[in-house]
């Protein structure tokens, strides 16, 4: 499994999380989430998987189970800064392929890692995923982020609200989509080339990121393209809460 030119997959890692403390470490099948996303994403046909993180517990815990791990600085504001300043390190060529696989994710499909790295071109230096929604709940639902495409499969925009509206079904019914209507669930995980990771932390902070809360649309606000990988299914839930990790406990233990 590869995509049509090496990649990199860089896992940024912190212990702090309001929801489940200490979350990387939880243990999963007896190794902690954090080497289960790694070894995952191994299977994606990377080229290299290194974790990011500024805390030395998951930097040790990492060495144990033979994941290659980097330690960071501890006041990057997002996970985005924090794999541009190890890929920065490992000395990267500006046209390298990096992927951004978040820690939480231990079930996550090695064929989404590769088929988004893939989408990286010499014009296109951002790449993401998205899956077709069949759910009239999850269309109006604002936690479920949709993206809407051009004809080349690039974003035109992404928002928590229902797009594109559907003026005519909706007017008739909100129960049900309408009939061939399929938006877009936008699914977080992000390909770069190493040129424009660089770039991404410089880039000012964009108004309709700051009303959205939605971190990529700073991209769009400053003119790059990003291009949009269509996965045939809704992929495996990360790791958020409490029951998310015993039910992702379940399934390694089944």
């Known amino acids: 499994m590869s995509s049509s030119k090496p990649f990199t997959v860089i896992i940024p890692a912190r212990l702090a999380s309001t929801r489940l403390p200490n979350k990387p470490l939880a243990d999963i099948g007896g190794k902690p989430m954090i080497v289960r996303t790694a070894e995952r994403a191994a299977l994606s046909g990377a080229a290299q998987v290194i974790v990011a993180t500024d805390h030395a517990e998951i930097l040790a815990v990492c060495a144990r189970h033979g994941i290659a791990a980097r330690l960071t600085r501890a006041d990057h504001p997002s996970g985005t800064d924090r794999i541009a300043e190890v890929a920065a390190a490992l000395g990267l060529a500006a046209d390298a392929v990096v992927v951004n696989v978040q820690g939480d994710e231990p079930m996550i499909e090695p064929e989404l890692i590769a088929a ?138 089944a």
Request: charged fraction near 15%; charge should be negative; glycine fraction near 6%.
């Open 116 to 253: 988004t790295a893939a989408q990286i071109t010499g014009e296109v230096p951002m790449a993401t995923a998205a899956h077709a929604i069949d759910s009239v709940a999850d269309a109006f639902n604002p936690n479920v982020v949709k993206v809407v495409l051009n004809q080349a499969g690039r974003a035109l925009y992404f928002s928590r609200a229902t797009i594109p509206w559907h003026r005519d079904g909706f007017a008739q019914s909100r129960q049900d989509l309408p009939a061939g209507y399929l938006p877009l669930r936008h699914i977080g995980l992000y390909a770069y080339s190493n040129g424009f990771l660089q770039t991404y932390p410089t880039l000012a902070v964009s108004p309709l990121e700051q009303i959205e809360a939605l971190e990529q649309l700073r991209v769009l606000w400053h003119g790059y393209p990003i291009a949009v990988h269509i996965a045939p299914a809704a992929p495996a839930v990360g790791v958020d809460t409490p029951e998310d990790l015993e039910r992702v406990r379940r399934f390694f233990d």
